[in-house]
């Protein structure tokens, strides 16, 4: 089964509005990073959040954690059709530098 | 992730043949990650290198794959005797030995005919 999971698997939404995406995990991390990956790209590291670290801010993105329900949130506000493209979260485990163990991702589509 | 260059992006090799994935980390970035993934899946792990040395290869099958890492030049994923099922996007990433965030490459995507 999936270390972390993403939710919603899809969502579409309007220039202008947010749009939240959920992350689910099993087991206690060392970090949790999100990514976003333009179709048929490589990823993009958005933001790092460490395990005793609940929020972080970068521009338009608020990353959120709570290691007491073992979930993340991923919050972009006023959304642009550049957006668009699929996120994931990846957990990194044990001790820094181990590999980063990902979601199936959520696909986000933002039309103008 | 710019900095991390992959090469080629695109290959295509018949059953049978051999793949060989290259992958050049940014200056002073000595540890690489091997990543796989599968169409509409996320994804997976498969070899953590640091300059001649395989940290952890938890991730990768059994026969027929292997990576390196050498001192000169870049880290080389390579599947020998491809099959279908090895058609899938492989990524490399990257890190600097003082931070945790890994730095991917554009990928590599594997088409076995």
């Known amino acids: 089964s999936q270390q972390g999971e993403e939710d919603p698997q899809a969502l579409s939404i309007q220039e202008g509005e947010n749009a939240t995406m959920n992350c689910s995990y099993k087991t206690s991390i060392n970090n949790l990073q999100w990514y976003r990956q333009n179709s048929g790209r490589g990823l993009v590291h958005l933001i790092l959040i460490r395990s005793n670290e609940r929020e972080k801010h970068s521009g338009r993105l608020r990353v959120t954690l709570d290691t007491s329900k073992k979930s993340s949130s991923l919050l972009i506000t006023a959304s642009r059709a550049a957006d668009t493209a699929s996120y994931f979260c990846?957990?990194?485990?044990?001790?820094?530098?181990?590999?980063?163990?990902f979601g199936k991702g959520t696909t986000l589509s933002v039309s103008s | 992730n710019a900095g991390v260059m992959q090469n080629p992006r695109h290959l295509v090799r018949r059953r049978g043949q051999e793949a060989r994935l290259r992958c050049s980390p940014m200056?002073?970035?000595?540890?690489v990650y091997w990543y796989r993934q599968l169409p509409e899946e996320g994804l997976k792990f498969m070899v953590y290198?640091?300059?001649?040395?395989?940290?952890?290869e938890s991730g990768m099958p059994k026969e027929r794959f292997s990576a390196e890492f050498p001192k000169e030049g870049p880290s080389i994923l390579r599947i020998q005797q491809v099959v279908r099922g090895d058609s899938a996007a492989y990524f490399c990433a990257a890190r600097g030995g003082s931070t945790d965030t890994q730095y991917f490459g554009p990928g590599t995507r594997l088409t076995v005919l």
């Open positions: 990846a957990t990194a485990l044990g001790q820094a530098g181990t590999a980063l163990i």
């Open positions: 200056k002073g970035h000595s540890h």
């Open positions: 290198l640091q300059k001649e040395n395989i940290i952890d």
